[in-house]
């Protein structure tokens, strides 16, 4: 039970990470005020769920995990190229999307591998769920 608590935990950690630096890349790139508030208040939503994170990993004395290399590289890759090519809301709104879809297929594979993640676990991974959802949700309109 211990190992998947951990192993999803350490996922979710690193999920929230990589959302964050997401939202960090497009920022200063968004036009609309509006837009703009929607991924600072996301931003805010990952950083608290990151603590919550945190302080679980701490309980187990486990470090975080950081997001894949290559997958950090990617997503910055396909951010600086989308953005040069058509700096607009709608490619922001689009980026950011894409990577809610992404993470909440990857959170719900996850929650399928470690069955065995106690209940606190699987409740933080639920509301990052939740977080991607909604910020996907608010997005629409801007697509």
């Known amino acids: ?15 929230i990470k990589m959302g964050i630096n997401s939202l ?3 920022l200063d790139r968004v036009q609309k005020s509006d837009l703009r508030e929607i991924l600072r208040t996301a931003k805010k ?8 994170s945190h302080a679980i990993l701490l309980k187990y004395h486990e470090d975080g995990k ?6 950090k590289m990617m997503a910055s890759v396909k951010t600086g190229v989308k953005l040069t090519v058509q700096e607009s ?20 594979h996850y929650l399928n591998q470690y069955p065995q ?15 991607e959802e909604k910020l996907r949700k608010n997005l ?3 697509l």
């Open 1 to 15: 039970m211990e190992s998947d608590t951990v192993a999803l935990l350490k996922e979710c950690n690193s999920g």
């Open 24 to 26: 960090d890349d497009v």
């Open 45 to 52: 939503e990952h950083e608290k769920l990151g603590d919550e």
């Open 66 to 71: 950081e997001p894949h290399p290559v997958a």
């Open 89 to 108: 809301d709608t490619a922001v709104a689009e980026l950011i999307t894409d990577g809610c879809d992404m993470g909440i297929k990857s959170l719900h």
């Open 117 to 131: 993640a106690e209940e606190c676990v699987v409740k933080l991974t639920g509301k990052l769920i939740d977080s």
């Open 140 to 142: 629409q309109c801007y």
